[in-house]
């Protein structure tokens, strides 16, 4: 009796056990397709930038005077932002100038041959009076020949009548004495009219010299002239460099970084200032190059951070620079990447501006940025989605109270939602996040049920 009520008692259990097997349900998160528009994007973290900035810097070597702006004070354009030292170009002004005076004087001086002129005529008169007096010696030098000759002639003469006792002794040696004083006085006058012509010939050559040295002046015009067009260059250089001692802010915006202030000596070309127009504010995305194909000009994009707020705002794709470059990722790896170049919606910055958002250079934001959008469609939430063993997209559709396993086309997908194309109508439901031990046929419940 005992051992049929125990074989009883087994029926019962085992009868039980099969019961509950067949009727009870396994507990899903599920979600309903339905149709509604999605897009696919690429979301990436990025950095707000200027496309342009303007460097303020040392126009000349010189001393800056203390720069009083700060970062983010505005300027206009125009506005006298720094300012070399004015005494020093002052006197680099004054020396250049005291230069080009000088030479003017000099060119003056040098052009005055009224000195030249006076002596060479001077001169001219002196030549034309040796002249006149080496003529007179010519003519006395003649005489005194003519002299020489006939006191010659009487010497003879009178030795002839002395010998033939018709002349005195007296008379012989008064015409011997007469003889040797015209030989004296020829040979005198001889040398007087060599000595005055040598003196003719010298001053010949003071007429020459006269006129060489006012040519030699004339050379020295051209060079003169040379160096005052050089000092009237330089002098031209120190004042711009006056005027550009005076340095102005090149265009409207604000002081993003300022890199000296106090006075110091600094070399041309030293960065002083550098100037952004905030309103052409833009953001830089480094995308995967093999995302970056996805991207046109012109493809929407929502921006966002804790730089942005609670709500995205609007942007569009501007630029995509054709070259790319290599980065290695925080994990180590090496990645190809491509600078995309998102314009902000004027509007939307504005009104972040005006909610007291004042973003900046170099701001940390992400952005996402669409590539396609499907107005009506069939969607489902990404994470029903899994592999097949063959490579296929599956998901479970709860069909009759069973997770039925249903191969699917997809369509667009991004984070969270995926279009079907096949294997999904709307309003069916789908499994979220399905266990792998999940089994096509599971009787299945809804979590959203209890």
């Not at 509007?347 to 250079?361: F, P, Q, S």
């Amino acid at each position: 009796m005992i051992r049929w009520i125990i074989l009883l008692i087994v029926v019962i259990v085992i009868t039980a056990a099969v019961f509950m097997s067949v009727t009870s349900s396994e507990l899903v998160d599920t979600a309903i397709a339905h149709r509604a528009a999605i897009s696919s994007y690429i979301e990436e973290r990025a950095r707000t930038r200027l496309p342009r900035t303007f460097s303020v810097t040392m126009p000349i070597d010189g001393r800056i005077l203390p720069i009083e702006l700060d970062e983010g004070d505005p300027v206009t354009a125009g506005q006298i932002v720094a300012q070399i030292e004015p005494e020093d170009l002052e006197t680099a002004v004054a020396q250049a100038r005291a230069r080009v005076r000088r030479l003017e004087a000099s060119i003056v001086q040098n052009n005055d041959t009224r000195l030249e002129l006076s002596m060479l005529e001077g001169i001219n008169n002196e030549l034309e009076s040796i002249d006149r007096t080496v003529e007179a010696a010519e003519a006395k030098t003649e005489a005194s020949e003519a002299r020489q000759d006939y006191r010659a002639t009487d010497l003879q003469r009178k030795t002839d009548a002395y010998e033939d006792q018709a002349a005195t002794l007296k008379e012989l040696e008064e015409a011997r004495l007469a003889d040797i004083e015209s030989k004296v006085n020829y040979r005198t006058d001889v040398l007087t009219l060599r000595a005055l012509e040598a003196i003719r010939r010298a001053a010949q050559i003071w007429p020459r010299a006269v006129n060489q040295y006012i040519d030699k002046k004339s050379l020295s015009q051209a060079v003169l002239d040379q160096e005052l067009a050089e000092a009237r260059a330089a002098l031209e250089f120190a004042e711009r460099n006056q005027q550009r001692g005076t340095i102005a802010a090149p265009t409207d915006g604000v002081v993003l970084h300022r890199a000296v202030s106090n006075t110091r000596v600094l070399p041309a070309g030293q960065p002083l200032l550098e100037i952004g127009r905030l309103e052409n504010l833009e953001v830089e995305a480094e995308v995967l190059s093999q995302e970056a194909v996805e991207i046109s000009v012109g493809d929407m994009v929502e921006i966002f951070g804790p730089a942005i707020g609670r709500e995205p705002i609007a942007g569009v794709v501007s630029r995509i620079e054709p070259r790319g470059f290599t980065k290695i990722s925080s994990l180590g790896v090496e990645q190809q990447r491509v600078r995309v170049i998102i314009a902000f919606d004027p509007e939307a910055l504005e009104e972040l501006r005006n909610a007291g958002r004042e973003l900046g250079v170099e701001y940390r934001v992400r952005v996402r940025i669409h590539t396609e959008r499907e107005e009506d469609t069939v969607v489902i939430p990404r994470s029903a989605l899994f592999r097949s063993a063959a490579d296929r997209w599956q998901a479970f559709v709860i069909r009759n109270g069973k997770a039925r396993l249903t191969d699917l086309t997809i369509g667009l997908m991004n984070d969270s939602m995926v279009e079907v194309l096949e294997g999904i109508e709307s309003d069916e439901e789908v499994i979220l996040a399905p266990e792998t031990s999940l089994a096509d046929g599971t009787r299945v419940e809804s979590r959203a049920d209890d």
